[in-house]
C-alpha cells in the first residue's frame, strides 16, 4: 500500500521550522561564546594566550608570512585555544563531580593539563619553524 511517509516533514511544515531551526543554532553559537567569555573570566592562562596571540598576529604582520606560515600559525594557536578550554571544561566537571579527593580526579585533571602541555609544546614548535630563522636573520643582522 502507497502510504504517506512517516518521517518525511512536508515541505511547507519544514519551511515553517525553518526560522526556529536557526534561533537553535543562533542560541548554541551564544552558548558557545558565553562559554569563552566564563573561561576568560575565571581562568588566567586563557589571558596569557589571549595575549600570545596578539603578539603572534602582530609579529606575522610585521613578518608578512606567507599564507601557508598563517595557516601553520591559525591552526596552532586555534589548537592551543581548544585545549586550554576543554581542560578549564574538564576541570569544571571534576569539581562538580568530585568536589573531594580522589586519584581519578587528581588524573582527569593531570591528563587534561597534560593536553594544554603537548599543544603548546607544539605550537612552540610551530612558531620555531615560522618565526625562528626570520628572527634568526634579525639577531644576525643579514
Ligand atoms: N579533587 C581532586 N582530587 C585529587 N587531586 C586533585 C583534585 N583537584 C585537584 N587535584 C590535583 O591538583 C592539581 C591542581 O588542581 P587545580 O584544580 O588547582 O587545577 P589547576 O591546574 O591549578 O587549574 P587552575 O589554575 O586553572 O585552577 C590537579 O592537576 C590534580 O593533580
Do not use: I, Q
Amino acid at each position: 500500500m502507497a502510504g504517506a511517509e512517516p518521517d518525511k516533514v512536508p515541505e511547507k511544515v519544514a519551511l515553517r521550522r525553518f526560522p526556529a531551526v536557526l534561533r537553535k543554532r543562533a542560541a548554541s553559537f551564544g552558548y558557545a561564546f558565553r562559554g569563552v567569555g566564563a573561561a576568560l573570566r575565571t581562568e588566567v592562562h586563557l589571558w596569557f594566550h589571549a595575549a600570545a596571540t596578539v603578539v603572534v598576529v602582530a609579529l606575522g604582520l610585521y613578518c608578512g608570512l606567507e599564507r601557508w606560515e598563517w595557516a601553520a600559525v591559525a591552526l596552532s594557536v586555534g589548537a592551543v585555544w581548544c585545549a586550554e578550554l576543554v581542560n578549564t571544561a574538564v576541570e569544571a566537571v571534576v569539581n562538580l563531580v568530585s568536589p573531594e579527593y580522589h586519584p581519578l580526579a587528581g588524573r582527569a585533571k593531570d591528563v587534561a593539563a597534560g593536553a594544554v602541555l603537548v599543544m603548546a609544546l607544539a605550537a612552540l614548535a610551530v612558531g620555531g619553524l615560522v618565526f625562528g630563522p626570520r628572527l634568526w636573520s634579525w639577531a644576525a643582522g643579514t
